[in-house]
């Protein structure tokens, strides 16, 4: 589903990590983060495909990549186009030589050797998301996810895996979708989850929810897609 939400900016997106975005959750740890869902199953297709040179497309913060240097031996590059973010991975990682300031719609960026493309929560954020796909590498795996949820700073989600295909199938051979719940919380570390529990006893509605008890379609949640670029003709 396209949105009227105009792309943020370089510069908007260096506020909000420089601020840890919502709630912080940014800056959590990725074993805290509402995104460990989404990341743990990621890196668990890249190694089921096979995959042993990464390049993360937008990282972020780095909290995948984190994940991915202490649970695999998998060679990887991450680069975003917020400088705020690279030194914010770099920080975390303590793996500056991992991280480059790029642009993921130019075709320099993409200049690693690598043999798998890792693209989450990113896709959606931007208005030109084919040309950013044309830029990767033919037969390269691609490990790739798409919100069924609207936010201020999506330009398109999906609600359906046939959109999903309907886009992305051209150039990528998708083999595999994934529906994964988004957590209720932010921060879903055991004190965080505790509190919310007491906090909501009285509210059964939203007690639910942080218990993972709603549906993803209405919950919200991430299609995670992997497949391989399709040759270039």
């Known amino acids: 589903m396209e949105l009227h939400t105009r792309e943020h900016t370089k510069e908007e997106y260096d506020r909000m990590f420089a601020q840890g975005g919502y709630q912080g959750t940014y800056a959590l740890a990725y074993q805290h983060s509402a995104y460990l869902p989404l990341f743990r199953r990621a890196l668990k297709e890249v190694l089921r495909y096979g995959g ?26 991450g680069f975003d186009f917020s400088s705020v973010a690279v030194e914010a991975a770099k920080k975390r990682t303590q793996r500056p030589e991992a991280f480059f300031v790029g642009d993921a719609t130019r075709v320099d960026s993409y200049r690693s050797d690598y043999d798998t493309i890792v693209c989450t929560e990113v896709l959606e954020h931007i208005q030109h998301d084919l040309d950013v796909v044309k830029n990767w590498q033919a037969e390269a795996l691609c490990v790739c996810s798409v919100p069924n949820f609207g936010a201020d700073d ?6 359906r895996e046939e959109e999903l295909r309907e886009r992305y199938s051209p150039l990528i051979d998708i083999h595999s979708i994934a529906r994964i719940k988004k957590p209720e919380l932010s921060d879903i570390s055991l ?23 709603k549906s993803f379609n209405k919950g919200g949640g991430w299609f995670l897609f992997v497949g391989r670029r399709k040759a270039v003709l």
């Open 154 to 159: 999506h330009v398109r989600f999906f609600l």
């Open 52 to 77: 042993s040179r990464v390049l993360e497309v937008g990282c972020g913060t780095g909290a995948f990549a984190h994940l991915l240097m202490d649970r695999s031996e998998l060679t990887y590059r």
């Open 191 to 213: 004190p965080s989850y505790v509190r919310s529990l007491r906090w909501n006893r009285y509210r059964p509605r939203r007690l639910a929810s942080i218990l993972g008890l």
